[in-house]
């Protein structure tokens, strides 16, 4: 046995047991904090407005649920498999597979639906009165929705109804000649092209033409500005773009920069297919799904980070359980 392996193996080892503690501690603060997103931005006094509202909430709804099907009924079960041994008699596997991929291919391209819809408020205005509306919004989440619940259909068929406690980025018991069959090769390459690599692309597209028509508006607008009013002049219109520029380049860039490891382990995965075998550890797939369940926990952070009025309402919701105590009390 190689120096290398060993080094490789004891490495896993020790992500297994950080894995013990990360998860848990992650379900703990996700199921709160997404359930406090929505429950703020739902009530609309955080100054945004009612399309970008829209998809924030679904974000964070979907997102949620992919802490409950993904992180507390799947990676925790397998980290602790022997305190959920009784799960191999339980016949729903491929249901909550079904449901598991459709919350997870959600909330992903929720996240590219909304860089598309500040693209479109940021760079087309002719195009911005007609597609930025909280109408066109229910109808893009409604039509995301439906196009995962569909397109995740396949793994009912494809996996039994039982569950494998095995770590591997499939859970479900899977039967050996449809793990080996060219209809499993393709739904599967299918579903990891679709999320999320086309996701990832996108996202990138998107915003470096924003980035890019937003330099060149800026300078042309600053031109304008300085000719009529002077340098020392402020823009309002200005001031708006740029806050919504970056919430915007937060919640993609996060998105990007916690899915990356993921992404990179499905493609090198998948180059078996094509007759290229690359060798990866395992302890990096283990910390691409680490990275990828951590990316549902985080919008929370960057809404306090980025909105003041977020920030504001959150303060008050801490407050009115307090405040409601002394009252009783008095």
Known sequence: MSLGYLIKLKILWAIYDVEKIYYPILAVVGVPVNAVTIAILSRGKCGLSKCVTGYLV????ADLLVIVFDLILRQIPIVYREQFVFLLGVRVCNIHAVLLYAATDCSVWFTVTFTFDRFVAICCQKLKTKYCTKKTAGVVLGTVTLLSCLKNTFWYFMYTNRYWLSNSPWFCLVKV???RSIAWTLVELIHHILTPFIPFLLILFFNALTVKNILVA???????????????????????????MVLLFIISGNFMLLWVVFMVCSAWRRLDYFGYPVSLPAFVTEIGFMLQLLSCCTNTFVY???QSKFREELRNGVKYPIVMMMVLIR
Request: charged residues 40%; positive net charge; hydrophobic residues 25%.
């Open 58 to 61: 679904a974000m964070a709804a």
């Open 304 to 306: 306090a980070v980025t």
């Open 218 to 244: 800026n300078r042309a607008r600053r031109r304008l500005r300085s000719q009529r009013d002077g340098d020392s002049s402020k823009d309002p219109e200005m001031g708006q773009r740029r806050k919504s």
């Open 177 to 179: 000649y449809v793990s």
